[in-house]
């Protein structure tokens, strides 16, 4: 099994009620590699850097065996930065500053010896971008990918053309309401796979997450963290501990899928925890399967029905 | 096993995108009272009405068995009425007008045959005569109360002193923060624990339902429907088919509380289907456990851990 992860590579300067990094490690396929990285490696990671891109973040992704021969570096440029400040409930945040730089006209070449891979995970980049990333592709088992308000809004005709190529789509409540103008998230979960994907999963964040296929609807809790530092990448992080788990155990059934959102609702529970990959950086494969089995507990009952 | 419910009796003028009904059987007594008759019968209601309130009204109730002993009739006066909009997205209403009338000066006298009840379910009311009406009972087996933003903002004195004779104390995510000024619903949840209830369950609407004690915490999914036509009295009705489900077990585990949950989610999903009390009519104990299972499959997943 083989799993490519597509998207940004960045550095982050995140404020949150709790403290403050500045150029820190982040960016979609960053999180989505190291989240997946503790299920299968080598993790394959195709994006772009500049010449600042620091040698300990080149370091970091080499100890989570992250393959980064599809890493362009322009030593001329500079790395794509992202500043934002949350507020204190954590639901919402603010960007306070954008510089796209090199990652402004990021054309992924995906490598020969990735253009082969089975699991395919598009971070969340310009839907023509997915596009032609997909297009480099030989036959991928299975494709998942991630979108934004900002390619709803703006480039809609051209995710619609994208989404039909995506396998299972994963997005957000708002971005989901957003993209099929419907109040109802059940209705507007259908009306996603009338688009396309055969499976949506809708993050919720603080509320869990929801699984959607034509005839199935599995919810999963979120995980009752008390404390949380940095909500930065918990989607990324959850999109690359579910596709992480698919491609570990090479079983697209419904019910393995079921096992994969909450794996991915692990990584991205364990994501949260700390500042940028703070957290990411030496999670034991006990501690993850300690975190799933409380999952399970969190929503268990016993089906005892009186008559 | 008795089960005395408290609170308002109401005549409702709802609108929502799906219509329009004027002068509908509402109140969080007659909510909480008509679910749990699906547990158990007969429920104790004790509550006001005025000289106006419909006999078909006093038939539906009789009709389900509720015992209205302590329905006090005011003759000379009018009942109690609410009306209000909800938006496209059903999650904020506006109150277009509110007629306390006779509710407005409500002093529950607890009948003598009631005085022994083992089950209390105290609806929405000034968190004061929550407490006077707790004065008029024996030894209750289980208190469980409800509250809003307007005892929390205007009677936060009262409230806390009555919270701390409530078993289980049942609000939404809202008023939980509200509460204990608490961002983090977890840490709410906690802090409520420490203001008195051994046991928080916290509504989230359409995110489904949170239980909280010092050592436990349970996930409940939400239905996932597609229409809801009017959500008026889905958290009483949660609150009836909680506290019925318990008062019929006779079981105040943790676990038989679980599914106390499960019941209370079931019978709000049921309420919303249609305006006012008209799905709670009639409803089938099939039909009941056939959404008991579903909410099992909802959230089920097979605990296989790769190692």
């Known amino acids: ?5 597509v998207g940004s590579v960045a550095m982050d300067t995140i404020e949150t009620p709790f403290g403050r990094v500045d150029n820190v490690l982040g960016g979609s ?36 065996e992250i393959d980064l021969e599809g890493l362009q570096v322009v030593k001329s440029g500079k790395t794509f930065r992202w500043g934002g400040r949350y507020q204190y409930d ?3 945040r603010e960007t306070l500053f954008t510089e ?6 990021f054309n992924p070449i ?7 891979s089975t699991y395919i995970c598009l971070g969340n980049i310009d839907p023509e971008v997915q596009r032609k990333v997909l297009e480099q592709i030989e036959k991928p088992r299975l494709v ?5 308000n900002f390619w709803i809004k703006g480039k809609k005709k051209e995710l619609l053309a994208t989404l039909k190529r995506m396998d299972i789509v994963i997005i957000n409540d708002a971005e989901a309401r957003q993209l099929t103008e419907e109040a109802n998230l059940i209705k507007a979960a259908k009306a996603i796979i009338r688009m396309g994907p055969k499976m949506i999963i809708i993050k919720k964040g603080e509320h869990g997450a929801l699984l959607v296929t034509e005839r199935t609807i599995f919810s999963a809790p979120a995980y009752p963290l008390e404390i949380i530092n940095d909500p930065t ?7 690359g501990g579910f596709i ?12 393995n899928c079921k096992r994969a959102v909450i794996h991915g609702s692990a990584l991205a529970s364990f994501c949260v925890e700390q500042f940028s990959l703070n957290r990411l950086k030496d999670l034991t494969s006990i501690e993850i399967q300690d975190r799933f089995r409380e999952f399970r507990e969190l929503s268990k009952f016993d089906a005892e029905v009186l008559v």
């Open 1 to 5: 099994m083989s799993l490519l992860a």
């Open 29 to 64: 396929a960053t999180y989505i590699a190291t989240a997946a990285s503790y299920f299968v490696a080598p993790i394959r990671l195709v994006g772009v850097v500049g010449g600042d891109f620091p040698r300990e973040y080149i370091d970091f992704l080499e100890s989570r």
């Open 90 to 92: 954590l639901n919402t």
């Open 100 to 105: 796209l730089n090199v990652f402004e006209h």
């Open 110 to 116: 995906i490598p020969p010896a990735f253009r082969k």
């Open 144 to 148: 998942v990918g991630d979108t934004m």
């Open 233 to 239: 990448g918990a989607g990324d992080a959850f999109a």
């Open 244 to 255: 992480g788990w698919i491609a570990k155990t090479d079983d697209l059934s419904e019910e």
